[in-house]
Structures are given as C-alpha cells and as structure tokens.
Nanobody
Framework: QLQVVESGGGLVQPGGSLILSCVASGERLDNYCIGWIRQAPGKEREGLSYISGTTDEKTYEDSVKGRFTITRDINENTVFLQMRNLSVDDTGVYYC?????????????????WGQGTQVTVSS
C-alpha cells in the first residue's frame, strides 16, 4: 500500500522560501496523482497544487499560482513543493496526499493516502 511522508517544514520570515518533500513508498507514484494540501489554523484543508504521476500535468490553485512550484523526481519516487515569497497567510500544516489515477482531482476529499503533515510557520 502506498505511504507518503512529508518533510521540509519550518519557520521562515515573510518573503522567504521553503522546499517541502513528499517521499512515497510501497508503490510507484506513476499511477497516482499527488497533491499538496494545507490546513491553516482554524480553517479547513485546502488544496494548493497537484501533479499527475502519469502525465506530469501540474495544477495550481489561485492562492499559490506564481509562487509555488510542484515537481517530481521519478527515480526517487518523490514530489517536491517549492514555495517562494511566503506570507503569514501561508502558515499551516502542509500535507502530501495521493489518489489513484492520472487525472488529478482538486477536491481534498478525493485523496485517499495522506502523510502526517509538516508545519510551516511564516512569521517575523
């Protein structure tokens, strides 16, 4: 069964950058869609960006478009989220999640496999 583990969170100043990693095990990511999903304090989980393991198609929500970049390393079975120009509104727990299929869903509820999350705090 697919398992994913996130890492790379931390404390960063406004305007700063971070790179999150999502390492998959148990199965190859080739047949899955991987999404990065954030849960800000007191808010529901929101999808940020998604990448198809089959087609490499990438999708970004408006909240992160132009600031975040999602990529994957096929050999390492890993997906990355490069985050730039971070603001306090980006603070939250960032989850890597996956669902079967080559077309990525944007609905958080469609994701079946979740990591434990990594905390990102943007503060001066």
């Amino acid at each position: 069964q697919l398992q994913v583990v996130e890492s790379g969170g931390g404390l960063v100043q406004p305007g700063g950058s971070l790179i999150l990693s999502c390492v998959a095990s148990g199965e190859r990511l080739d047949n899955y869609c991987i999404g990065w999903i954030r849960q800000a304090p007191g808010k529901e989980r929101e999808g940020l960006s998604y990448i198809s393991g089959t087609t490499d198609e990438k999708t970004y929500e408006d909240s992160v478009k132009g600031r975040f970049t999602i990529t994957r390393d096929i050999n390492e079975n890993t997906v990355f989220l490069q985050m730039r120009n971070l603001s306090v509104d980006d603070t939250g727990v960032y989850y890597c999640a996956a669902h079967w299929g080559y077309l990525c869903y944007r609905e958080v509820s469609e994701y079946d496999y979740w990591g434990q999350g990594t905390q990102v705090t943007v503060s001066s």
